[in-house]
């Protein structure tokens, strides 16, 4: 499930560099990117966009004072720091590789010929781009990300696994709740944006 392959057949580029790109490309041309850019075996590159994407966003929410961060020996910097290495060490890429495995099992109910785990890890990945600006405190920004997030997922699975939109909503369902409704927070946006959104529609 961690495998690094030296030449992979589409695969990603790495590096920084390859790592902006593929946040441009998926965000831009998201099918493409899913069709050309995820290749079997080869789940690193779209692991460490993902986690990268949630240390980001990570950061951001300490930085504006968002989450609140045990100050240990050495001071809040130090104390931040902890917490986003462990954050970007442990918990992003266990969440990650628990939500493709959940994925995987709607997919063998749902999608009988399908792509690997490791695409799959790759696809959630990637479809965290939009969640690079989940951190900032503004609700409707952190909705539009999760929403966005959700499409990208619906797309890749669909892509990737090669099977209709109708499955690809089905077995994307569920992971894209845990991941941007729970985990990037769009939930908790939702039901801060939902009074304005009924105030200002004409009953």
């Given at each position: 499930m961690t495998q690094w392959v030296e030449n992979p057949r589409g695969g990603r580029d790495r590096g920084p560099v390859a790592v902006a790109r593929a946040w441009v490309e998926v965000l831009v041309r998201p099918r493409r990117f899913f069709r050309t850019g995820v290749a079997p075996g080869d789940q690193a590159p779209g692991l460490v966009f993902g986690v990268a994407v949630t240390v980001v966003a990570a950061a951001t929410r300490i930085a504006v004072g968002d989450v609140d961060v045990p100050e240990l020996a050495g001071g809040p910097l130090l104390s931040a720091l902890f917490v986003l290495a462990l954050v970007g060490l442990f918990v992003a890429p266990a969440a990650l590789h628990l939500t493709a495995a959940l994925q995987t099992l709607l997919l063998?109910?749902?999608?009988?010929?399908?792509?690997?785990?490791?695409?799959?890890?790759?696809?959630?990945?990637?479809?965290?781009?939009?969640?690079?600006?989940?951190?900032?405190?503004?609700?409707?920004?952190?909705?539009?990300?999760?929403?966005?997030?959700?499409?990208?997922?619906?797309?890749?699975?669909?892509?990737?696994?090669?099977?209709?939109?109708?499955r690809a909503v089905a077995a994307g369902a569920l992971p894209a709740a845990l991941v941007f409704a729970y985990g990037f927070g769009g939930e908790?946006?939702?039901?801060?944006?939902?009074?304005?959104l009924a105030a200002a529609v004409p009953w």
């Open positions: 063998m109910a749902l999608v009988p010929d399908r792509a690997g785990v490791s695409e799959t890890v790759q696809v959630i990945g990637y479809s965290t781009a939009p969640c690079l600006f989940a951190g900032v405190p503004v609700p409707e920004i952190r909705l539009l990300c999760a929403a966005y997030g959700t499409v990208l997922l619906v797309i890749g699975v669909w892509e990737v696994h090669d099977t209709s939109f109708a908790a946006a939702w039901r801060t944006v939902l009074p304005s």
